[in-house]
């Protein structure tokens, strides 16, 4: 993959490309009796995946990369920076505002609903909901069938079809947002500061000196509402099924079935979204989420009924020495880049030296996190996903998305025993799957 020079990008030949691409995933569609993408509110949610979609998926990244150049070309440049700084952040917030109020669950999924009915249902006046939906409408976020009425596209449906978009819109413009307009801040009041507290976070947030993202997380509430964040983050993690960060891609990056009847630790596991799907897939294993304890009652509300012998919680801090003994394989998803080198590292040996002693010869630990791309070697949709990723680290935590040198380079640092020896990156992944094994 090369990335075009400025001077070849032009309205012509980018139209040309967007028309050929688009003619390739209409005609893969087609063929596979696969419904079309719409902004209808019937419309399906997501395109196909798997190894069997390559050729479709490789036309729509092509494809979302000319629209947005042509979409710069058609702005032209003045117009296009001055509208990105006035505009953008907008087009944010009416949807923390949507989530935030419930108003993507009050719209009725078919027909419509006047303003004056809707402003009834929630705690918004007639006034507010029509100056938010006329800015969301601009970009194809619910619409006007008809004057003084509201309706779904599938664009607002996609909150109301998947629940835990709602939760990741609270977590990444309720609070990162706010965080994320402060960057600049830090880096005048921290330098170049790799400390986990000296982030742009903790000055949007006021948060107390030396408290960090998990700590307010943890703590943020009184009474039973005490540790409300850490939920909904848990929650907002079961969205992370799509998007270049399908959980089906865990699967596909390690040879889970050759482990037969094991025991898989998932560190830092969440809600357990993605040892429910190990567990569906690979009926042998036996996995093990290992969280905060605030995040286990979203675990018991997402866990089936007919896993619940093979997926448990239990809560651990992994600032601390790993319990668990029998682990043939311990999962990170997520949870590395989490945080600065000085603290992967020390995450990284708890796990060697548990409390029953060191991990046994042979026992593999499994990372899957990004490894951020040589420049223009992805496509560039899922190379914004690692930079994104990387920005967002660098707000909240001080934390990054690391280099494959990096990881080699963290793993060395943290024990010679540990030999990273596969680096596998699903077709359509932002995420690596890594494969690291401890040899005594
Ligand atoms: C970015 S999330 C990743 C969650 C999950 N692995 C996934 O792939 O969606 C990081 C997780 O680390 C957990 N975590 C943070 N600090 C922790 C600690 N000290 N001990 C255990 N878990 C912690 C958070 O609660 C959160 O669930």
Known sequence: MTTRAPKDIDLASLADSISADAKTITDILNQEKLPQPTLSAC???????????????????????????????????????????????????????????????????????????????????????????????????FYEPRPDHVAHTSLSMAPVKKRSLGPWINHNLGEILPASSRLADAIEKYGDSQEPNEVALGIAWNLEKGKGLFDWFKNDGEGSRKGWRARQFAEAMESMDGGGHDVQFVAEGFDWGSLGEAIVIDVGGSSGHISISLAEKFPALRLVVQDLPEVE?????????????????QAHNFMEPQPQEDAKVFLLRHVLHDWPDGIAVQILRNLITGEHGVMKDGTRIVVADNVMPLKGTVPTPIERLTTTADLQMWTVLNALERRKEDWIELF??????????????????SDTVIEVVFCK
């Open 43 to 141: 419309g399906p949610m997501k395109y196909p995946g798997g190894p069997e979609m390559a050729r479709l998926q490789e036309a729509r990244m092509n494809l979302l990369t000319s629209a947005w150049a042509l979409e710069q070309l058609a702005a032209g440049p003045q117009d296009y920076i001055y509208w990105q700084a006035y505009s953008a952040k907008h087009d944010l917030t009416v949807l923390n505002a949507f989530a935030r109020f419930g108003v993507f669950e009050a719209v009725p999924t078919s027909g419509d609903i006047s303003y004056v009915d809707l402003a009834a249902k929630l705690p918004l006046t007639e006034r507010q909901l029509r100056r938010l939906f006329r800015h969301a409408m601009t970009k194809n976020v």
């Open 297 to 313: 009652t979203a675990f018991d509300a997402l866990v089936p009924d007919d896993l619940k012998s093979r997926v448990s919680f």
């Open 412 to 429: 060395k640092q943290v024990d010679e025993r540990l030999d990273p020896v596969a680096f596998f990156q699903p077709e359509g992944s």
